[in-house]
């Protein structure tokens, strides 16, 4: 199920013994290879005693790009994890891949440290439910949550439920029956519809919609959006010997047949998170299933972006709830001529 799968596993000084090792093995027993990430070389002992375990590397010689997936157990590790910017680096580095991250029980603490909980849902140890909560996260109280490539769990009791999911994110399981049996071309046609009725969408709400800086956000968008229904037509091209891909918008689907003159942002925004996290779990799907290293990569990028853009939504969604400050696109790739935007 998972052969040829790399999972990296962030370990430190008082690891949660079962949190570390269960995961480990877990994951180990479906075909995937699991490297114990650690601060340096030093043999471990877990907090309870338990266990003792050796890293397979350290921090200072891995990268985020050799890996698959990423897990930070909790325990005590993560506290000392949080203050080694190396080992922040790393967590950075790989969070903007798109590819599953897990953290379980206080492991969002290194996540916190990193900055990259705003705007987030998860779960997490209810000890530090307020830390997440400070830091513009949304915490909710179950056994696993998944947030786009985020997985979470609260204590050791939930790691059947972590294992599970966090298996079926690397497997690409993540999207409706019907759209696992589309053929290559037909799954590349979809892609390409949706990025077009998106791409329409926000360029319509550009227009329309009051606030300067959510009317900003929407062109933004629009660009961007635009920018991978161009790749994947390209891409489609190449695939079809100089083919030109159907546009076929469903009504289902987000497109300009979305937009009314009574539209409010709020509810433009609430669409198009909806829209970014199904373009995500596409994306995913189609990585985990591409034969070559760069359509690989290309749909991975696009499933980073579209992750990207879901969050910058839902800090809109907070600001306009009354909490936070509103986020300006920060996102490497703004489109050349887009700069003065922001």
């Not at 043999?43 to 921090?59: A, M, N, S, V, W």
């Amino acid at each position: 199920m998972l052969n040829g799968k790399k999972i990296a596993i962030l370990i430190g000084p008082q690891f949660h013994d079962e949190e570390a090792t269960v995961p480990r093995d877990y994951l180990a027993e479906r075909g995937a290879h699991v490297d114990l990430i650690g601060l340096d070389a030093a043999e471990l002992t877990g907090k309870y005693g338990r266990i003792t375990l050796r890293p397979d590397k350290t921090i200072d010689h891995v990268h985020a790009a050799a890996y698959d997936g990423l897990i930070i157990p909790g325990g005590g590790a993560p506290e000392r994890i949080r203050i080694n910017e190396t080992a922040l680096t790393f967590v950075r580095d790989f969070w903007v891949s798109g590819r599953p991250l897990g953290a379980i029980c206080h492991g969002p603490q290194v996540l916190i440290s990193a900055g990259l909980l705003r705007g987030v849902t998860l779960t997490c140890y209810i000890g530090i439910r307020d830390d997440v909560q400070n830091v513009g996260a949304t915490f909710v109280d179950q056994e696993v949550c998944l947030d786009g490539q985020l997985i979470t769990s609260r204590t050791p009791d939930d790691l059947p439920a972590f294992n599970a999911a966090f298996a079926r994110a690397l497997a690409g399981d993540v999207v409706s029956d019907a759209e696992k049996e589309l053929s290559p071309q037909d799954a590349l046609q979809l892609a390409i519809s949706r990025e077009k009725g998106t791409q329409e969408f926000y360029l319509e709400m550009s227009g329309i919609v009051a606030e300067e800086a959510v009317r900003n956000k929407f062109a933004y968008l629009a660009a961007i959006e635009e920018g991978h229904f161009l790749q994947l037509s390209d891409l489609y091209g190449q695939i079809t010997g100089g083919g030109t891909p159907v546009v076929d918008i469903k009504q289902n689907e987000l497109g300009k047949h979305r937009v009314s003159p009574t539209i409010t942002a709020a509810a433009a925004i609430d669409l198009g998170i909806l829209a970014e996290e199904k373009a995500y779990e596409f994306y995913r799907f189609a990585a985990s299933k591409a034969r070559g290293k760069k359509v690989k990569e290309l749909f991975e990028y696009l499933a980073a972006e579209e992750l990207e853009h879901k969050r910058l939504f839902l800090v809109d969604k907070a600001v306009a709830e009354g909490g936070g400050h509103f986020q300006w696109a920060t996102h490497f790739d703004i489109p050349p001529g887009m700069d003065d935007l922001w």
